[in-house]
């Protein structure tokens, strides 16, 4: 099992319907409105790294409003 966070930031005020969005691509198991530098941050469960990248820029990147995504897989 592979363990991501993909943090989300948004260019638009839409929020409520962009988390239920990433929220929704498969994969992500948790997707929390943020403060700070970013706007989501996004845990991602996937079997390897490459689902990790299909995750982010197929899935998350794809949605509407998403500006741009920084992705850290986890080491433990």
């Known amino acids: ?3 991501a966070y993909v943090m989300v930031k948004a260019h ?3 929020a409520d319907r ?3 969005d990433i ?3 498969d994969g992500v198991v948790e997707c929390s409105i943020v403060a700070g530098d970013v706007d989501f941050i996004a845990k ?3 079997d390897s790294p490459a689902a990790v990248k299909d995750v982010a820029a197929t899935g998350i990147q794809a949605i509407d409003g998403v500006e ?3 992705t850290y897989i986890a080491m433990d």
């Open 1 to 3: 099992m592979v363990v």
């Open 12 to 14: 638009t005020g839409d």
């Open 18 to 20: 962009i988390r239920d």
């Open 23 to 25: 929220s929704a691509v």
């Open 44 to 46: 991602v469960e996937v």
């Open 68 to 70: 741009n995504t920084q």
